[in-house]
T-cell receptor
């Protein structure tokens, strides 16, 4: 059974710092991995999607990497801003059409 | 485009009552999903559909039923609500794998007393 783990559960960093969020999964047979952002009381917004054949994807200050063989992904946020404060979730899509989510990392950027 | 919409936004039920949550998408997506989100548990898949007229069980399907009579709509039903079903329910839709960016609705907050 696929399990997705995100460490740490919560993180506070000063504004302007670069930071890395971690995601690990137990079964490497995935279609893709997605990173989402969720603001309090809101739905999820997709940030980046990495196909199983890809190593990384970039969007603005965000860079996501995927190492399928080791079951790991990282989300790198450059030059963090207070507006980046949110919960970040990763999810993997398996071969049975299911998408399994991690429990998220709650990020707080200190002004 | 409205994207993914959910109705209602908030509802209070008494134990044993029934209700239907409606999800609608205007992106012509084949796949649709229902999740519940609870503190400390993350998002868990309830049921999903890979096309009109099809449904499948997810991780936590007990106590829920679904229907996908039209491609754009995915209904989640609670036949006899229980306090354990108090949660925030999210609907999502996507194209089939591997191009599978999911688009989420704003959520429905359900309180069962």
């Amino acid at each position: 059974k696929q399990e997705v783990t995100q460490i740490p559960a919560a993180l506070s960093v000063p504004e302007g710092e670069n930071l890395v969020l971690n995601c690990s999964f137990t079964d490497s047979a995935i279609y893709n991995l997605q990173w989402f952002r969720q603001d309090p009381g809101k739905g999820l917004t997709s940030l980046l999607l990495i196909q199983s054949s890809q190593r990384e994807q970039t969007s603005g200050r965000l860079n996501a990497s995927l190492d399928k063989s080791s079951g790991r992904s990282t989300l790198y946020i450059a030059a963090s801003q207070p507006g980046d404060s949110a919960t970040y979730l990763c999810a993997v899509s398996d071969r049975d059409d299911k998408i399994i989510f991690g429990k998220g990392t709650r990020l707080h950027i200190l002004p | 485009n409205a994207g993914v919409t959910q109705t209602p936004k908030f509802r209070v039920l008494k134990t044993g009552q029934s209700m239907t949550l409606l999800c609608a998408q205007d992106m012509n997506h084949e796949y649709m999903y229902w999740y519940r989100q609870d503190p400390g548990m993350g998002l868990r898949l309830i049921h999903y559909s890979v096309g009109e007229g099809t449904t499948a069980k997810g991780e936590v399907p007990d106590g829920y039923n679904v229907s996908r009579l039209k491609k754009q709509n995915f209904l989640l039903g609670l036949e006899s609500a229980a306090p354990s079903q108090t949660s925030v329910y999210f609907c999502a839709s996507s194209y089939p794998p591997p191009w599978e960016t999911q688009y989420f609705g704003p959520g429905t907050r359900l309180l069962v007393l």
